[in-house]
């Protein structure tokens, strides 16, 4: 039902309303481009008593004389058209105040009058006769009684309905403008929402990269011993080497080297090999002292035992460069501390909440601002929100009258159709509607006109979603002349409440008049710097963002998505920890040749030929043999070290290898996921510059505004003047027949004037053959032309002589013509009694006589 009356109102706001405001702007004086924009933009700011008054300060020219306004001034004299055209609304409710007072004023002296009682002839209401002028009469009263009371009927319920929406309006728009003045509110919860939501997301990374990388402390430890196990093999690598090489000429001992002692690569003797895999050769030196104190047998001659040059330990060469390629691809700690690198979504929340310490202060100013109106509106609310039942007992306590006045009135007509008349029925009826066009229809018309014209020309201003925005834009420009301290927090009286409606507040300023709109405007000054009195940002702030709920304000403000990544820290987790450092750090495949060292050291044997080592026979030089088994079991010795530790090296290795297989997996879920959270972050972000909820702020102020409140004025507006109009031929209906039949306008043989109002019981038809009497009676005027007829024979001895000098050209066949011709003329002279008397009674003489030449002596009366 409520939407079936709103669309109801929104029809005939359009269908009636919208045509006749139309027609009296296409018929102002004033050019639609130059009268509502000036008009609107003093509105706005505050300046419309001023700029009103200008219109009627002018010129000998004609022109506003802007020298004597203090505040704003019409531009010309087309623009003060507007005002005169509002005016003239205002002046018409006025006059139409006037008049209806002077209607009442005049009736008071005929309802005071006492009733004529005096006996009439009666016909039933629903006996029309041939040519009865007098029952289609009265019949079209009847119609025009029930026609004029149901239009009244229809308008006032349409202005009740009106008046309801129009509260509901009013609460809906408040509800709207309390809304808007959270944007700011609002813009700080969402950059708050997503800080939270950052630092959400930065500590659920934390705890999943906590977990990923549990094994990279094993890790390191594993890499460690790795290390020190490579670095041990390698050095006695060395040592067995030098062992078996000897020591340079010139060198006065070759001492065999334990663990403990330090390499001194000066005093190695080491083999040179090219290529790599050849078997080495090096200069005659000094070999290396055995166990038992002699020299290394392999670097003597067998035969004599002089000195010799020494074997090249091709194994141990190939050893020492496995070690090295080994130690090179094992990752150092340094290597997996980089899996442990600040990722990007844990920078987040900091770079963050730095921008947004920038806006921080703006958004407290603005949202302090608006505090204050957030405040009124929410009080306004509840006042009206408790007081509802006032609104709507004031909407039926201005359109009862006129509910009460159409029913007596279909009461009347009831009672008339049922042969009954009550005449205090009619005076109440008219009483009643009189009051109700006087002292409510006229007044509130002329107070509804101030605003319905400029509130909807407003609204054709005032764009909606996707369009053009130049003609709004053109009212908010100006010098705004931000205001700081500008404050609603007082403005809770009545009389603040009226002026906030008009448009105009006070500022604490205290010498210049602020609107409300006008203190939007300063806080977005105060908010965004300098940049919304650039037309450039504001008409991308409105086309761009409150009218496009697909917009974005990092768009207005001419920010990408990249530089918004760049501020907030935002990038890729390959970024932070490459693909190069991931596998550098975890690729196990680069650890191949640690089974091929195990291999190399487990295959070291005193037997390969190359270490020099053989057996003596009785042709070799002195202590041979017992030098070589020394010699055997030194090496033996070194080669037990290194296999002991390679074992030591392999568990290591197998260990690091594991965990590198599994961090590999865990890392490569972790950079995915910071890329999911960061990607995730910063569409939080990026979405938070949406300008959804600025469009939706935006129309929950305009459509309440403009797509209800405005229908709802100007259907009230429409009913309240079609209403008005619909009394105007009601009210003479009700007059006449209220005044038909009182003492102060009628005597005891008056006629009938519109409608035989006494005619409350029947009486029997006339008989067919008496039609063309009738008829004749008619045209005499007997019945419904008495004042006509009174009139005409004013002067009876005129019409006497007139129908004297006539009658002798009358053929006759009777005697029938001059006997009826010496009654008329008898009549006519008078003997004291008044023409309408004689020819009524002479009437009802001729009545049922057929005679021709009778009508031809009615006819010569009638002319």
Known sequence: AEAAATSSLQW????????????????????????????????????IVPYYNSCYVLTPQGQPDCHQI??????????????????????????????FAILGICSCGCCLCPANTAPRRTRPWGSVGVGDSRSKIRVFTLYALGLTAALVTVFSVIGFLSMLELSEDVLSLLDGVKEGSLVAAVLKKRALSVIALADEKAEAFSNIKGDKLRGLPQMVDSVKQI????????????????????????????????????????????????????????????????????????????????????????????????IDLVS??????????????????????????????????????????????????????????????????????????????????????????????????????????????????????????????????????????????????????????????????????????????????????????????????????????????????????????????????????????????????????????????????????????????????????????????????????????????????????????????????????????????????NVTALLSGADVAAQSIESAIWNAGSCDFLNEKY????????DEMAFSIRAMWGAILLAALSWVPLLFLLLVIAIRGWKCWTSKYDFQLILDMDEGKSSEPLPPEAHKTRQAETKLGCISQKRKTSARMRNRGHLASTFNSRSSVISTDSGVQSQETAVVSHRMSGHGQSTGKALYEYCLQLRGQSNSNLLLVVKQIQE
Request: glycine letters at 8%; one cysteine or more; proline letters at 5%.
């Open 328 to 665: 090179s691809q094992i990752p150092t700690s340094k290597d997996l501390g980089v899996l442990n690198a600040t990722f990007p979504i844990e920078e987040v929340p900091a770079a963050a909440k730095d921008a947004f310490s920038k806006y921080q202060d703006p958004l407290k100013t603005a949202t302090e601002s608006f505090e204050s109106l957030t405040k009124w509106v929410t009080k306004a609310q509840d006042t009206m929100v408790s007081k509802h039942w006032v609104f709507a007992l004031v909407a039926v306590g201005f359109w009862i009258p006129s509910w009460i006045a159409v029913g007596i009135v279909v009461f009347g007509i009831l009672l008339l159709a049922n042969h009954g008349n009550n005449r205090t029925l009619w005076w109440t009826a008219f009483g009643l509607g009189l009051a109700s066009c006087l002292l409510l229809l006229a007044p509130i018309f002329g107070f509804v006109s101030l605003v319905v014209i400029p509130f909807s020309d407003l609204c054709t201003v005032i764009p909606k979603n996707n369009q053009s925005s130049a003609a709004f834009l053109a009212l908010l420009e100006g010098d705004l002349d931000p205001d700081p301290h500008f404050d609603l927090a007082s403005k809770s009286s009545l009389g603040e409440l009226s002026g906030l409606l008009s448009g105009k507040v006070w500022s604490n300023r205290g010498d210049q008049p602020g609107t409300s709109l006008r203190a939007v405007r300063d806080t977005l000054q105060l908010g965004l710097g300098d940049s919304p009195t650039d037309s450039g940002f504001a008409s991308k702030l409105l086309n761009g963002c409150i009218l496009n709920k697909h917009g974005f304000i990092w768009d207005i403000m001419d920010i990408e998505r990249s530089q918004l990544d760049s501020t907030l820290k935002i990038q890729s987790a390959s970024a932070t920890v490459p693909p190069t450092a991931v596998a550098r750090a975890l690729d196990w495949r680069r650890y191949r040749d640690m089974s091929g060292i195990q291999g190399q050291i487990n295959s070291l044997d005193t037997e390969d030929a190359s270490f020099g080592v053989s057996d003596c026979g009785a042709a070799d030089f002195k202590g041979c043999q017992a030098d070589m088994e020394a010699y055997d079991k030194d090496l033996s010795g070194d080669f037990e070290k290194l296999k002991v530790n390679v074992g030591k090296f392999g568990l290591a290795a197998h260990k690091l290898v594991a965990l590198s297989e599994q961090e590999q997996n």
């Open 70 to 99: 203090q505040g704003e001034c019409a531009p010309s004299e087309v623009a003060c058209g507007y005002v005169y055209m509002i005016t003239a609304l205002v002046l018409s409710a006025v006059i139409a105040t006037g008049i």
């Open 699 to 706: 129309e929950g102020f305009r459509a309440p505004l403009c």
């Open 12 to 47: 005939f706001a359009e269908g009636v309303s919208d045509p006749i405001l139309d027609g009296i702007r296409n018929n102002g004086a004033f050019n639609q481009s130059s009268g509502p924009e000036p008009f609107l933009r003093a509105f706005i700011d505050g300046e």
């Open 227 to 322: 290390q020190v196990s490579l670095a041990y093999m390698k050095a006695q690598t060395f040592r067995t080497e030098a062992f078996v090489e000897g020591c340079p000429a010139g060198v006065a001992s070759c001492e065999h080297l334990s663990n403990e002692d330090p390499l001194d690569t000066k005093n190695w003797n080491r083999c040179i090999f090219e290529p790599v895999d050849g078997p080495g050769k090096h200069d005659e030196g000094v070999a290396a002292t055995l166990s038992n104190g002699n020299p290394n047998p392999a670097c003597r001659d067998k035969k004599t035992g002089s000195p010799g040059v020494c074997p090249c330990c091709a194994k141990c060469d190939r050893l020492t460069r496995s």
